[in-house]
């Protein structure tokens, strides 16, 4: 009979009261402590507070990688003598995740239909438009965006980039032509090349879309056919990645479901640019627009506004454009992205297929719709 | 103060750390598996014990299965691997022992993710392995992406924790027992069979035990070096605190899993305790 460091005799009843009692307790302390981590919804008071546009302290920026160019964010840093942290997600629920973690940024950069989600719950700041000189670069791109759908007023955020989704592949390995439909992630010639984007989203909708479905849809029974399309594609596919650049540039990837931008990325980074082609699809394009965007507890709003302005700039904007790929609705910058354009004439986005395809953009769902939305995602992966 | 009770005071700051740091965690997983979530993913308190029936859908059998057949094959290559490093290091090592062992292990002070990454570059389609088959004329074979890459990345990950369990085993191990096995007319393999290896079993079911119960959880190798059809648990649990924002699902997850190893881990301490008896008897 072994003893217990203070001298009494443990029999294993007493080693299962005290296990016992430590488990209780051990789960009363973590209800307890659960209850500080509390899922109230926060109040207006907070998205209300008045901010100027100075520096007061280090900006923490959170985005997604490669997605701004080094030398604008090191001149920002120069210019104004801050420093800025940078922090990565690599997709909206990721970026959630850290958010509800209670992690705190100065300026983060949701897509529209997120922001809506942010917007409503109360945890975005109040831009005052009169804080930012060149604010009216992007609210006068186009009506569009002086009042989206996603943020009546466009009081919580400023437009940074448009997007759409289509399919990049390398004509040296395919062929130079495709189809011009979802169908080409099916592609036979590519099995075990083909890549589709790891987000529920963009492959649900892209399910979705080759169905003939709505996107955004929530009907239950059409989602599982759009799941059984998706677990019929996996003995084609590599893998579900949003590396895209990478994917494509190490040659692990000859078709791979991916964004307009990437492909400016991929063929400024490769030896032989003119093979990696992009296309959209004819049963529908998803399109979207990211924005910058300032949570509540942001520890440096003022310089994030400082930020938001800087990139506002259109000598700022045209270098980033030139960069990351994307266009940024901005009035004098955009001219940067007519020149990608000529090159690759399908990595076009307009504001025009912004405001009118309205079907083709991602919807904030409600909570019981996500749910089942992720669920069928999950059903995806793990079959 | 008896001798008994200055050293218990010892215990405080580790029972403090363990308490705030594992036992507290715990039991917010326990209280989070019985909630839902809300609009913007924040876990909402409650009773729904649904969530642990959820776990057992059959939609979710094969992912468990893979991973217990994914970490029973790692444990089986690194004890492959591991026991005659181990081997070689105490029975040959002589002087060298204590340097060929920190050699051994020096690469393992590399962050496991970091590690993991480096795989990615040497079995990608144009990595080093690639280059080294097409330097000798073989064409270009697909590593990435497969279970074996899986595998593979699992094994190197926790190959040390095998080493270092069997190093101890064996060095503990009285070499004269082999030197009487011999001496009993025994061949080196008959030697070894029933000399050697049933005297280091228990430091091989400790490394068994070391490397089985983190690789069944792993998730950092099947995201990186696996393709759609490697999907473990570790994958399913960190798919629904990540993008799937279901935290309950996930938590619920976690205690079944954590549930499974605590039976694997009790039968090998109550191996470990019945052999410390035997041994003292």
């Known amino acids: 009979m072994s003893n217990d460091p203070w001298g009494r005799p443990i029999t294993r009843r007493s080693l299962i009261q005290r296990g016992a009692g430590l488990a209780l307790g051990a789960s009363a302390v973590g209800g307890l402590a659960a209850c500080g981590v509390g899922s109230q919804k926060a109040s207006t008071q907070a998205t209300e507070k008045v901010v100027k546009a100075q520096v007061d302290g280090n900006l923490v920026y959170f985005n997604y990688s490669e997605y701004i160019d080094p030398g604008v964010l090191k001149a920002f840093e120069k210019h104004y003598n801050v420093k800025v942290t940078q922090a990565y997600y690599d997709g909206m629920a990721g970026m959630m995740s850290k958010l509800n973690s209670g992690n705190v940024y100065d300026v983060i950069f949701p897509s529209a239909e997120y922001l809506d989600r942010l917007r409503k719950a109360n945890r975005l700041l109040k831009i005052d438009h009169s804080q930012l000189r060149n604010v009216n670069q992007a609210l006068e791109f186009s009506p569009y965006f002086a009042n989206p759908w996603y943020d009546p007023g466009a009081a919580h955020s400023v437009p940074y980039t448009m997007y759409t989704t289509g399919i990049g592949w390398r004509s040296d390995k395919i062929g130079e032509t495709l189809t011009g439909s979802w169908a080409d992630l099916w592609n036979e010639k590519a099995k075990g090349k083909i890549f589709v984007l790891d987000d529920y989203q963009e492959a649900l909708g892209m399910g979705n879309l080759r169905n003939g479905f709505d996107l955004n849809t929530t009907d239950s029974g059409q989602l599982s056919k759009t799941k059984q399309l998706l677990i019929g594609q996996k003995p084609l596919l590599r893998g579900y990645s949003t590396d895209t650049v990478t994917n494509m540039t190490n040659g692990s990837a000859w078709i791979h479901h991916i964004w307009n931008g990437d492909i400016v990325n991929v063929r400024n980074q490769v030896k032989n640019p003119e093979v990696f082609k992009f296309e959209t699809a004819k049963e529908g394009i998803p399109i979207g627009s990211d924005t910058f965007a300032i949570p509540t507890n942001a520890a440096h709003p003022g310089t994030a506004l400082l930020f938001i302005d800087w990139m506002l700039q259109p000598e700022n904007a045209a270098k980033n454009i030139e960069y990351i790929g994307y266009p940024m609705p901005n009035k004098d910058g955009y001219s940067a992205f007519s020149g990608l354009v000529k090159e690759q004439p399908s990595i076009n986005v307009t504001v025009e297929q912004l405001q009118a395809a309205n079907k083709y953009q991602f919807r904030d769902l409600p909570q019981a719709d996500l749910q089942l939305w992720n669920d069928t995602w999950t059903a995806v992966k793990a079959a | ?281």
């Not at chain 2, 430091?203 to 490397?211: A, P, R, S």
């Open chain 2, 1 to 281: 103060m008896t001798a008994s009770r200055f050293w218990a005071r010892f215990l405080l700051p580790g029972g403090l750390w363990l308490l705030l740091l594992f036992a507290v965690p715990l039991g917010l997983t326990v209280a989070v598996s019985f909630g839902t979530t809300n609009e913007l993913g924040l876990p909402i308190y409650g009773w729904h014990p649904e969530n642990y029936k959820h776990v057992f859908d059959p939609l979710f059998v094969p992912v468990l299965w893979r991973s217990v057949l994914y970490a029973a094959l790692t444990t089986l290559f690194c004890l492959l691997l591991g026991y005659p490093v181990a081997y070689t290091i105490a029975r040959f090592g002589g002087r060298w022992k204590n340097v060929l062992i920190v050699a051994v292990v020096l690469p393992f002070f590399v962050n496991y993710l970091v590690r993991t990454y480096a795989w990615v570059t040497i079995l990608s389609d144009d990595g080093l392995l690639n280059h080294i088959l097409g330097s000798i004329g073989l064409s270009s074979v697909r590593f990435l992406n497969t279970p074996f890459a899986v595998i593979g990345g699992l094994t190197y990950g926790y190959l040390a924790f095998m080493i270092l369990p069997v190093y101890a085993a064996l060095d503990r191990m009285d070499p004269a027992l082999i030197e009487a096995g011999k001496d009993l007319y025994g061949t080196p393999s008959r030697t070894f069979w029933h000399v050697t290896w049933p005297t280091t079993f228990q430091g091989v079911l400790g490394g068994c035990v070391l490397v089985f119960l983190p690789a069944v959880g792993d998730f950092v190798s099947a995201q990186l070096l696996g393709g759609p059809n490697t999907f473990m648990v570790g994958n399913l649990i960190q798919q629904q605190f990540y993008e799937g924002q279901n935290w309950p699902f996930g938590s619920a997850l976690t205690i079944v899993m954590m549930a499974f190893l605590m039976v694997w881990m009790v039968f090998y301490l109550r191996s470990a305790a019945r052999a410390a008896r035997e041994a003292a008897a």
